[in-house]
């Protein structure tokens, strides 16, 4: 069935420093791809939706110049974190459906989860 | 605005123990209704898609259920490794974005 992979699964940084996350699909190609944050024992909240060649759509309340997203393929999406603090701490999951199957399922990546000291 | 909620937040089912986990929903315009497993510091693993009120789906111990306004989880003489949060999600309106309820804990005891 069809992949999403995410890297790193797990990074610990310095306060004010910036973390790229990479969300590839590995068997498919996929133009829209999801990032979502998650806390402890929260579901997940949707941050952005990443669009292949074009600019990524934020949520309501999420800094788009805090968390880059850069979509450059069709198989990898990114999501930066830039000068990161601890309250950036989270599970970062994204995920991605298949090219034109507009069906709203959703293939999910393992997780990313971040650590801001 | 689309509202999901689940219930119970947590259950503890002893080993062969049968209930059901409730996903309700107040969307405009259900596409599709989805459950997903989530394991600790893991990401969602896909498990069902409901489309319309009356559908069912079947996979192992687990049926998925659908009417107007709420899906049913049920577990089936549930074993340890069916420990995990379940989570149910609507899709509704144009594009893919989901909109996920806070999920249900399920542990099972030996």
Redesign the interface.
């Known amino acids: 069935g069809a992949v ?1 992979s ?1 890297h790193p699964s797990r990074v610990i940084c310095k306060s004010g420093t910036s973390v790229k996350i990479e969300c590839r699909s590995l068997d498919f190609q996929a133009t ?1 791809m ?1 990032w979502y944050r998650q806390f402890p ?6 941050m952005a ?1 990443s669009n292949e060649g074009s600019k990524a759509t934020y949520e309501q309340g999420v800094e788009k110049d805090k968390f880059l997203i850069n979509h450059a393929s069709l198989t990898l999406s990114t999501l930066t974190v830039t000068s990161a603090h601890p309250e950036d701490s989270s ?1 970062y ?1 994204c ?1 991605a ?1 298949l090219l034109a199957a ?10 990313s ?1 971040l650590t801001v000291l | 605005e689309d509202q999901v909620t689940q219930s119970p937040e947590a259950l503890r089912l002893q080993e062969g123990e049968s209930s059901s986990l409730n996903c309700s929903y107040t969307v405009s315009g259900l596409r599709g209704l989805f459950w997903y497993r989530q394991d600790p510091g893991k990401g969602p693993e896909f498990l069902f898609t409901l489309y319309s009120a009356g559908e069912e789906k079947e996979k192992e111990r687990l049926k998925a259920t659908l009417t107007k306004k709420e899906s049913f989880l049920h577990i089936t003489a549930p074993k340890p490794e069916d420990s995990a949060t379940y989570l149910c999600a609507v899709h509704t309106g144009g594009g893919n974005k989901l909109t996920f309820g806070t999920g249900t804990q399920l542990k099972v005891e030996l």
């Open positions: 999403v995410q829209t999801f024992k929260q579901s997940l909240m949707l939706t599970f999951i995920s459906h507009n069906t709203g399922e959703l293939f999910f990546g393992e997780g989860r």
